[in-house]
């Protein structure tokens, strides 16, 4: 099946092919893989190009050098062959060593001399996670499950909420133990869809209240999510996400650069007119502010729904704003076949 390569796609790998023939005479480069969103022809105007090379050199070295070309900003990342084959035997197999394995044996391979690519994929789709890792969201997916199917399950309103927990918990698992691996949030939606869970895609959607894919939902998620997050970093007296951004990452304010990142996730992937993942986006980056609120005062995470959280803050423009984001559904029954079924898709898994 031929694949219809997006412009800006298109322009980075031919850009990346540039790079990997200027490569070709240097007797220390063994292969040129070109990874991250082009691998998957998810680019947009504003995408890095990401390229790993690895080398025959002696040790365990890895460095990172970037440039900008064409006005696309490029980090080539260099690994010895010897750092790259402990990478895909699974020195290490939590999530970080999972995606590095994931990259490098699902990238495009433009140079290749040592025939490293069929033992690279082979590896990358056999790899398991550690299971200690998996064991621990299969406790935290049961004990979910509970609240979901509980005698006394709540209002309407708590039950969905319990939903999306089920739903983000299923996401992740079944994404982490497919080859894809879990990335970001911002390719939940697309990757539930190329790993082949429809069922999944189809729940997370009712969890998240994504009943359409028009602009102007997008936008009112975009807009609701960005006051409700920076509301609640006054709360906790975090900077606002504009100056976040403009910062940059900062060890200081680890977990909200990475919250005020996922929104701006959101914010481009509304610009590349991806409506229906920009809204979850925007919404799972708004739920994110909550177990950052309990770590900030020092509360017990246990199985605290957000709800609960909002009602202990007492801030009414808060609940407003949340309410905006996640109404509760009319005359919307439970969504059980769809639980049922992503669980039955775990279980195979």
């Not at 197999?93 to 995606?99: C, F, M, S, V, Y």
């Not at 996730?265 to 229906?276: M, N, P, T, Y």
Request: proline residues 5%; hydrophobic residues 40%; charged residues 25%.
């Amino acid at each position: 099946m031929n694949v219809v390569l997006r412009p800006s796609t298109r322009t980075r790998l031919t850009l990346a092919r540039k790079i990997s023939c200027s490569l070709e005479n240097d007797p220390r480069v063994l292969a040129v893989i070109a990874t991250g969103s082009l691998v998957r022809n998810r680019c947009s105007g504003t995408s890095d190009l990401d390229i790993t090379v690895i080398t025959a050199d002696q040790g365990n070295r890895r460095s990172v050098t970037s440039d900008i070309r064409q006005g696309i900003v490029i980090d080539i990342e260099w690994l010895t062959k010897r750092r790259a084959e402990s990478i895909m035997r699974g020195g290490r197999r939590d999530l970080k060593g999972l995606r590095e394995a994931s990259r490098l044996g699902l990238g495009i391979f433009l140079l290749d001399r040592d025939s490293l690519q069929t033992s690279f994929r082979v590896l990358a789709c056999t790899l398991l996670p550690e299971k200690q890792m998996v064991d621990q969201r299969v406790a935290a997916l049961e004990a979910i499950l509970k609240k979901c199917v509980s005698r006394r399950p709540g209002s309407p309103e708590i039950q969905w909420e319990w939903c999306r927990a089920l739903a983000d918990n299923l996401a992740f698992i079944l994404l982490m133990l497919h080859p894809f691996r879990y990335h970001k949030p911002k390719w939940v939606m697309a990757d539930l869809r190329d790993a082949g869970h429809q069922s999944l895609d189809r729940l997370v959607r009712k969890a998240y209240r994504i009943s359409s894919d028009s602009s102007n939902t997008s936008r009112r998620s975009l807009e609701v999510s960005r006051m409700f997050i920076e509301e609640m970093g006054r709360l906790m007296n975090l900077p606002e996400i504009e100056p976040m951004l403009n910062k940059g990452f900062t060890r200081k304010y680890a977990a909200w650069s990475y919250l005020c990142r996922t929104w701006e996730d959101a914010a481009s992937l509304f610009q590349d007119q991806a409506f229906i993942e920009a809204n979850f986006t925007a919404k799972f980056a708004a739920r994110m502010t909550f177990p950052l609120y309990l770590e900030k005062f020092g509360l017990p995470h246990r199985s605290t729904h957000p709800l609960a959280i909002l009602k202990a803050i007492g801030n009414d423009r808060l609940s407003t704003l949340y309410r905006r984001l996640f109404p509760i559904p009319v005359n919307r029954p439970f969504p059980g076949s769809q639980v049922r079924q992503a669980c039955v898709d775990l279980v195979r898994t």
